[in-house]
């Protein structure tokens, strides 16, 4: 009996865990039971040491991406032979493809694709930062000098008195002057479409009014109950004739 109990004893005092110490664990696996090696180098870091020294290759900046750029520079140039420009726009010549890329490099430039169409393509020397900056500054001022142009509408009643045609005249001069188009209609009502002369007469006055300015896009015509003709702004000025005077008469 004795040694039934101490051989107990024993085997509880093993299985018992120190104090102060906490579960075990295996210091080669993670707690999800895989490996835990080294940790891996970061993507896209310079290894260590001092940057290695010599003639550059291609220009070391960061560039946007083949697909975002309008133009193919260097080595995206595929074609065999291309005419080279320099800077400064002096004519060098057409040369293979890869001479002219060699000899942008000498130059801390880079050869851009300016005419893909030409044949051979034409090619310029030049920083392709630069070039795209100014290309994107004429962009924008393109853009903001661009007018879009829209159509205005004035409208008359087939018996339309003289003050209102008058005004309704002036706002279609400043409309004109803006660079949009004016579009003049002339509605009936009910038995008034019997009298569409009226309605062509009144259009042909408003169009005589605005000769000095404008030019016919589109000629009197009829769309359903109503006449209309359309203006355009005519973009050498007429000017008004001169009055003869009493003396040269």
Same mark, same amino acid.
């Given at each position: 009996?004795?040694?039934? /109990? ?14 102060? /110490? ?24 310079? @290894? ?24 193919? &520079? ?21 040369? @293979? ?7 942008? #490099?000498?130059?801390?430039? %880079? ?13 310029? &020397? &030049? %920083? #392709?930062?630069?070039?795209? #900056? ?29 003050? %209102? ?46 000769? %000095? ?8 015509? @009829? ?6 003709? &359309?203006?355009? @702004? ?16």
């Amino acid at each position: 009996m004795e040694n039934t /109990s101490s051989n107990k004893g024993a085997g509880e005092s093993q299985n018992r865990p120190t104090q102060g /110490s906490g579960p075990m664990r295996s210091q080669s696996s993670s707690p999800s039971g895989g490996f835990r090696g080294p940790r891996p180098p970061m993507t896209g870091s310079r @290894p260590p040491g001092p940057r290695p020294s010599g003639p550059r290759g291609p220009r070391e900046r960061d560039q946007m991406p083949e697909k975002q750029r309008k133009n193919r &520079i260097n080595e995206e140039i595929r074609v065999p032979e291309v005419r080279v420009v320099d800077e400064d726009g002096a004519m060098l010549g057409v040369m @293979p493809t890869r001479d002219a890329v060699e000899l942008a #490099y000498e130059r801390e430039k %880079d050869l851009v694709e300016i005419a893909q169409q030409a044949n051979p393509p034409v090619c310029k &020397i &030049i %920083d #392709y930062g630069k070039f795209a #900056y100014e290309q994107q500054k004429r962009e924008k001022l393109a853009k903001k000098a661009q007018h879009h142009a829209q159509l205005k509408e004035v409208r008359f009643k087939w018996r339309t008195d003289t003050h %209102d045609f008058d005004f309704k005249t002036r706002h279609a001069r400043e409309f004109l002057g803006e660079g949009h188009k004016v579009k003049a209609t002339v509605m009936f009502k009910g038995r008034e479409i019997m009298h569409q002369e009226i309605g062509l007469a009144l259009l042909e006055r408003f169009v005589t009014a605005l000769e %000095d300015c404008s030019r016919i896009d589109q000629a009197i015509h @009829p769309e359903g109950r109503t006449l209309s003709v &359309i203006l355009a @702004p005519d973009k050498v000025t007429k000017k008004p004739k001169k009055e003869k005077s009493s003396d040269e008469e």
